[in-house]
């Protein structure tokens, strides 16, 4: 199918948060990861979002060229040739976004897709994530309130984070203490600042003990059980309906099905998938090479055997193990048979 419109963007939010299930999010850097999300989400008949950070894009530009913005549009336009071939609907998104990358990835992006919609066509990316997860409430409040209304100009969906994730992506890392557990009174200025809608759609990441990465049992303390608590309060400080906000869980990498489970009936409707399926995609390859050794390296003077080490072999196991993995979030958020093109 295409790439979702704006419109089927928000169809897919708006049934997501109806039936209580939340959309695997995955972090891709290239052609071979792209096509593991798209198989691992047929494979379960599910819809979902695909996702390019900062430094994902930038890999996929050319590892020695590091264009972000390059690499972001050149992500947009493959996934959406590729997604034509897949059977469910995808929407693309812009991962972690810090202030000092604004003016080199999301105004550009943007830009690029007001260039793309005075022609007749539709924003490269559905949504793109403000992170100001590193500078005080305030000023993040402050910058999203700027972004918010250019995004909805262009029917994009703004992401934003309120709050601390803790470990480290692309560069950006923070420690993990009690800064990782975001306050009713940060939740209820976001609502004041932004609003529910009128002003533009967004999507929030309310932290909850999150950490980007896998840690041993016992090294992070998620408290999914805060959402809920955070959705009430604003919701009775406002009057509003129940969970007034549609929230994504960063940090998800090793959480337990309950722990998941829990946080999509608070209000989850977007998953972030990468350390998981990062892990997933090298031990596909791992395990061809160490089967296959003696046909892909070339040991003690012999050949080696070129239907091994083409990297198309060893390729088509990565983006099996990973699409596996892609299907077991699907699976665990409810996503799974709910596509929007069945």
């Known amino acids: 199918m295409p790439i979702a419109t704006p419109a089927q963007y928000r169809e897919m939010l708006d049934t997501a948060k109806a039936q209580k299930f939340a959309f695997p999010a995955i972090n891709v850097s290239s052609s071979q990861t792209l ?53 469910v ?29 005075a022609q007749g066509g539709t924003p490269y990316f559905q ?5 100001g997860s590193a500078v005080p409430l305030n000023e993040n409040l402050a910058i999203a309130q700027k972004l918010l209304p250019l995004a909805h100009e262009l029917g994009i969906i703004l992401e934003i984070e309120i709050g601390v994730v803790g470990g480290e992506e692309d560069g950006v890392s923070h420690e993990i203490n009690e800064k990782l557990y975001t306050s009713a009174a940060d939740a209820i200025a976001t609502a004041e600042a932004l609003g529910f809608g009128e002003k533009g759609r967004y999507i929030t ?9 896998v840690y041993k049992p016992g090294s992070v303390k998620l408290r999914p059980e805060l959402l809920r608590e955070l959705q009430d309060a604003v919701a009775t400080k406002f009057g509003t309906e129940p969970n007034p906000f549609d929230l994504v869980f960063h940090g998800g990498s090793g959480s337990s099905p309950e722990e998941i489970a829990e946080a999509v009936a608070n209000g ?17 390859v791992t395990s061809h090479i160490f089967t296959n050794y003696a046909g892909v390296l070339k040991i003690d003077g012999e050949v080696g055997n070129k239907k091994q080490y083409d990297p198309r072999a060893w390729g088509r196991v990565a983006e099996s193990t990973m699409a596996a993995r892609v299907a077991e979030a699907a699976a665990q958020l409810g996503s799974a048979g709910k596509s929007i093109s069945l």
């Not at 609907?89 to 919609?117: G, Q, W």
């Not at 949504?127 to 992170?131: K, L, P």
């Not at 989850?268 to 596909?284: L, P, S």
Request: include cysteine.
């Open 35 to 87: 096509n593991a999300a798209l198989q691992g989400l047929t494979d379960t008949k599910s819809d979902g979002i695909i996702q390019v950070s900062t430094g994902g894009a930038e890999y996929f530009s050319g590892p020695n060229i590091k264009n972000r913005v390059s690499g972001a549009l050149a992500f947009a336009k493959c996934a959406e040739e590729v997604a034509k071939n897949y059977p």
């Open 89 to 117: 609907t995808v929407a693309l998104h812009t991962d972690h976004c810090p202030k000092e990358a604004l003016d080199n990835f999301v105004y550009p992006l943007m830009e690029a897709s007001r260039e793309r919609i």
């Open 127 to 131: 949504s793109h994530m403000w992170d």
């Open 205 to 213: 990441a309310l932290t909850f003990g999150n950490v980007h990465g």
């Open 268 to 284: 989850v409707i977007k998953m972030n998938i990468d350390t998981d399926t990062q892990y997933a995609f090298t031990r596909g």
